[in-house]
């Protein structure tokens, strides 16, 4: 089956840390360019940061500098290892397949104290 699963957000204090993870499944992850998205409460969404095949990365200058994107293609696997969150960090984040665009059901994190 051709998904993607997210996985790790929750509840975190500002300032706090968190990893997320998106499992592939079902296509070739290695050769697609793959993408974190978010979708804060009532707004629309917000490209957050991207990893080529090549593995060069991008950043949101809303984020730059706090998160940063990597893979592992022999798990299959795409992160976003989130820093120094602030509440307006708070969103549902999605992982995206680039080309033939795939998103995944999202991951909730929340930025509170």
């Known amino acids: 089956q051709v998904q993607l699963v997210e996985s790790g957000g929750g509840l975190v204090q500002p300032g706090g840390s968190l990893k997320l993870s998106c499992a592939a499944s079902g296509f070739a992850f290695s050769v697609y360019d793959m993408t974190w998205v978010r979708q804060a409460p009532g707004k629309g969404l917000e490209w957050v940061s991207r990893?080529?095949?090549?593995?060069?990365?991008y950043y949101s200058d809303s984020v730059k500098g706090r998160f940063t994107i990597s893979r592992d293609n022999r798990k299959k696997t795409l992160y976003l290892q989130m820093n120094s969150l602030k509440p307006e960090d708070t969103a549902v984040y999605y992982c995206q397949r680039e080309g033939i665009r795939l998103r995944g059901q999202g991951t909730q994190v929340t930025v509170s104290s």
């Open positions: 990893i080529n095949r090549g593995g060069n990365t």
